[in-house]
Structures are given as C-alpha cells and as structure tokens.
C-alpha cells in the first residue's frame, strides 16, 4: 500500500515541534531522546520487516550496506550516495540531499527574505535547532535498524554541508 | 479557464508516494511515545487531535494547488471532495459520506481502508485511546482554513470493537472570510 510523501513528513515535522515546542521546550536533550527514541524503535520494525527473506548479513559491512541500498530506497526512494570506512567500526554515510533537509530546514529563511538582519539570524538560529533536533529522528532509524540486525552502535548526524548529511555510525565492540 | 478538477486516482498518480509502512510504524511510535510521557490517555487523544489540526492546516494548500479544486458551492460538495478526493491524494484510501442530518451540516465520513491501524492492537490500558484522532484533527484544521469551523469526532472504531471507522463531521459555522485583502498591511 502507498501513501503521499507529504503525509510522512507531515507526521515527522509535527513530532519533531511537539517535542521541542510543547513538551520539552526548556529541556532540549531530553526531546532529543524522545525523537531518537520513536525512530529507533521505527527503524527495528521497518527492518525485522525488509529481512524477513533475506540470509543472516555475514558482517558488519554486509549489514550496512544494506541499510546504504534497500533501506534507505524504502524510506526516501534513493541509496545513500557515499559510504566511507576507517575499518575500525566508524562508517560514514552521507546523502547528498537528504529528503527531510531539503523540504524543511529552509523553509525559514525563504519566507522570510525582507525581514530586518537581526530577525534573521534568530530565525536561522531557530531553524538550524529544529534541523539538528529533526535528525535524531533518521539517527534513531538507523540505530535501530543495526541493532535489530544484532549491531549495537550509536549514531550522529553531520550536517555541515546542506542539504547534504552525513551519518556516523559507531559500531560498539 | 481554470484547469478541471482531477479525479481522485489522477490526484494520487500526481504526487510523490512512499510506502505506507513507514507512515504508520511512525505513527504508531509517536502514540506509544505519547502515552509514556503524557501519561493520562486523555492527554494524548488531545495532543493527537492538536498534532492533525497542525497537519491539516498545512496540507490543504498542497490539496488546492494540486487538486484545481474550486469552491464548493455547499457543505455536501465540501465532504464529497473531502472523502473522495482528500483521502485518496494523502492516503490512496477513499471514505462513504452518509447519514446526512436534516440541515445538510453534519454527515459521516466511513473508512473500510485506514493506513493509521496496520499492525495496531490496542492493549487494555489504553481502552479510551482515540488512536486516529490524528485524521480527525486534520480535517478540522483544514477546513478551518477554507473557513469552516467544524467538529469532528469519532462513532465508530475498529479498533475499539466496531465493524468500521466512522466520524462524524459538522459544520458549525462558515466564518466569511476577509475580503479585499489590503495591500498596504
């Protein structure tokens, strides 16, 4: 069964603003938890469900590369455009132009064009914090993803290059 | 002259789809996570409804820039257009309108296909979970935006029991809108 993008990052969107605006408005690193929390658990179910038919991933690169292809062209319909290793269980994931990124965090900016130099830079401010909060979510996805595959890891999200992000995902050994 | 209107499966043939199951394990997430942090059901059946008005008043511009929908001429037009096409662009479902009131203000909207409930099972501490209070929420916010204020609850639940899902819309007011629009605000 289908459904419109747009109702995905709907939900996603309005998630992510109950749990820095309302909830958790003055306790950022526990909204944060929340976020990541509600995408890990996603991404456990999404890929127990993409497995079910597959054999057992030989290694941790195996199980990567899995999430790089199948599960990132479930989720946004695209592969991850580049993997990088230090083969020490570092990997870095990076997608050129991350769905969530490219739809929202610059909303802000180009709304609002004409308003005055300081008004804008509270605003980028508010925008980048709702982009870094936004992305415990897909961090979460992945971590869940690995861990229901039998890889305990953590997961950070590198966004210095809009709409660029990088994931970095830390296998623990 | 303005394009026609599309019908429902070209709305939803235009617009970008994903697979359903990440919508709804999300969703479902989003519950779970809701009640452990609001505790009280009731809390959450409110932030659910809160979450779909939000939605919802965002989602209409997308549905009246892609659907060449018009304006409607009565609040009938109103829940066809709803139930066959708003439906169907988002969620590729359609919904029944029925049991309309005697004033044409209220009806029902019937769902045999709703994507929120897939693989949902209600335990029994969460028996007054309005689990779709969600779809609910966004139709009042959308049609709050084409100036209708309305209420929308739900009849009947299949997850709670019932044989369908069934809400129950009714207008309470058409709000006129403002118009000219100034141009110097």
Redesign the interface.
Known sequence: ????????D???M??V??YCGG?YAAKPELAAR?IE???F??GH??SE?YTMERPRFSDHLEAIKFICKDFWS??F?KQIDNLKTNHRGTFVLQDNRFRWLTRVSLDPYTENTDSTENDSAALGDTAAQTTTMLLYFPCGLIRGALTNLGIPCSVSADMSNLPACSFVVRIKT | MPPAPKSGDAL?AS?????????T???G??V??LLT??EEVEEVNK?LDQ?GY??GT??VD?FLAKSNVSRCVDFKETADVIAKLGFK????VTATVTNWDAEGTSCSLVLEDN?LV?FVELPDTCQGLQYCN?LSGVIRGALEMVSMKTEVTWVRDMLRGDDAYEMRVKLIKQVPEEYPYKDDD
């Open positions: 069964m289908a459904i419109a993008e747009s109702c995905v709907a939900v996603v309005e998630m603003a109950v909830l929340r929390a509600i995408g658990q996603v179910q999404l469900r479930e989720l319909k | 939803f617009v970008d789809r994903v697979n359903a199951e990440l919508f394990l999300t969703y997430a989003i779970r996570q942090d609001l932030q979450m939000n939605i965002r989602l997308e662009m988002f969620l590729g994507p897939d969600l």
